[in-house]
């Protein structure tokens, strides 16, 4: 709706009308919130809430061999691109990064949420730039098996075009991860404070690759600091119980004022 607003005058007045009229108006980042606010969503009914990540199912880990054979990444430095194979999330952007980046570093993805075009468009740059040997697109990834994909990754990217909070920057974050990633007002409010230096401009492959050999050749020692503070983040702003309570205590405050209008 916010994209569309600024495209559309009937989108915009669809979207004054929905959130105008709404009881109650859920986002999940300070920009969401002024988008919203922006569309006439009332001020006192506009409420930021995290879904959240779960902290016991997503959190730092041994490497996980198995699944490392199994997709045979032996020996190599491994970047996490969790996001959907469609234009919104510019892999293309990622694949071209790869190229600039040493042949010892690969890039699992995966076509979960698949666009047919996209995802020819993406094996045919990578065809193109003579990576398909550094990139394993798999069909999907289970919801069991995403944390070990998490623990695999010395990195994970996000370069939308768009976004506001991503529960894959969640994801990575509760598993101690560095992120690379597009450079807007919602990601922002989880990854500036923790390192601006892995911020990137949308479309920008340079920028992007430069931000991943930043990550990947950082210190060890340095590299764990910046993961524990960035479970530490997530622990404090998006534990998903305590996001899910806040839900359940928002819908049972809105019910309680429904019941007092009809009881009228």
Partial sequence: M???ARESRDFAAYGRLSLGAADMVMVNSAALRRGALELGAPSDRTEMVQWGVDLT?????????????????????????????????RHGVVIQALAL????????MTARHCVAEELAAVRGKIDELGLADRVVILPEISDAEMPDFYRLAEVVVSVPASDSTSAAILE??????????ADLPGVREWLFDLEP????????????AAALARA????????ARLGRQARAIVEDRADQAKSLARVEALYSQLAGRTRALTAR
């Fill in 101 to 108: 980046l040493p042949s010892d570093v690969v890039v699992v």
């Fill in 57 to 89: 199912r997503f959190g730092p880990g041994p490497d996980p061999t198995a699944l490392r054979a199994r997709l045979g990444l032996g020996g190599r430095r491994v970047i996490f691109s969790p996001r959907g194979l469609a234009p919104l999330y």
């Fill in 197 to 208: 230096s892995l911020l990137v401009p949308v479309d920008d492959p340079g920028a992007t």
């Fill in 216 to 223: 990947l050749d950082r210190d060890p020692e340095e590299r």
């Fill in 172 to 181: 990575s974050l509760a598993s101690g991860l560095q992120v690379v990633a």
């Fill in 2 to 4: 916010f994209l569309t």
